[in-house]
């Protein structure tokens, strides 16, 4: 697409892993999969306004195994967008930006994100699971 | 642009401002303040979703049918799409090297976004006004 051959960074698999970099890609990669995951918001509303037998088909879809296993995948996305989305948002008003803040709040935002998933599905499943 | 012998303008002179593509911080910004939107609504939509796991069909729709969360559902589904627009942009322009593909994706998401929302939008109307 350059007309200029503009030199290239290094490719990723020649540095080390660090946490900072994990939570940089997951963040890519959840409002990706958060960005399917409207369409079933959208879904669910759509079959709610259609009737009955509609909104009955959408929870049988959501209810089943492979639908249980993408919404605890989309909800763990949600929190983990959010949790990163403060941080970023954070940092974005010029906070945080010594290396050891910027790993702690890696790491705060990846347990976090799993933390809040488990509530919520410990309260879903304790209460009797979805649908 | 750079191939226009007749510009005689310094590309810096393009830059400024408002940048080359004359939109200025506007993505960066609607970004950032649709992200603040959603840290709200989405908690807001989750517990909302979560009071609902056991109501049958009549209890969900008379949830979505007050006014406050016809409302918020709406405002909910706008916020959501155009983030999710402007992030799956920034992840096509990043990715998609071929520029008919990138310009077909970046047009594509537009139109599946304002679909979806007026979809969604409707339906809300539909539950809330009793049709």
């Not at chain 1, 945080?96 to 994100?113: E, H, K």
């Not at chain 2, 942009?89 to 998401?109: A, F, G, S």
Request: glycine share 10%; hydrophobic share 55%.
């Amino acid at each position: 697409m350059a007309e200029t051959q503009r030199p290239l960074s290094p490719h990723l698999q020649i540095y080390k892993w660090q946490v900072q970099m994990v939570t940089s890609i997951l963040h890519r990669a959840t409002g990706i999969a958060l960005s399917v995951g409207t369409l079933i918001v959208v879904w669910g509303l759509v079959s709610l306004a259609a009737g009955e037998d509609a909104f009955h088909q959408f929870k049988i879809c959501m209810g089943s195994p492979l639908g249980m296993i993408l919404m605890i995948g989309w909800t763990w996305s949600l929190f983990y967008h959010l949790c990163n989305g403060i941080r970023h948002l954070v940092q974005d008003a010029g906070a945080g930006y010594a290396i050891a803040q910027f790993v702690r709040s890696s790491w705060l935002t990846v347990i976090g994100s799993l933390v809040l998933t488990l509530i919520v599905w410990g309260y879903v499943l304790s209460a009797g699971g979805a649908a | 642009m750079s191939a226009n012998a007749k510009d005689l303008r310094n590309p810096l002179k393009r830059a400024r401002g408002l940048g080359s593509a004359q939109s200025g911080v506007g993505h960066w910004w609607t970004q950032r303040t649709t992200a603040v939107a959603l840290i709200v609504l989405g908690v807001w939509f989750v517990i909302l979703v979560l009071g609902l796991l056991h109501g049958d069909y009549a209890t969900a729709r008379a949830a979505v049918a007050k006014p406050w969360n016809a409302v918020l559902l709406i405002a909910f589904l706008v916020s959501m799409f155009w983030h999710a627009v402007l992030g799956l942009q920034v992840v096509i322009e990043d990715y998609v090297h071929t520029r008919w593909k990138e310009v077909t994706l970046l047009v594509v998401i537009k139109f599946i976004a304002v679909l979806c929302v007026l979809a969604g939008t409707l339906a809300v109307l539909r539950i809330a006004l009793g049709a």
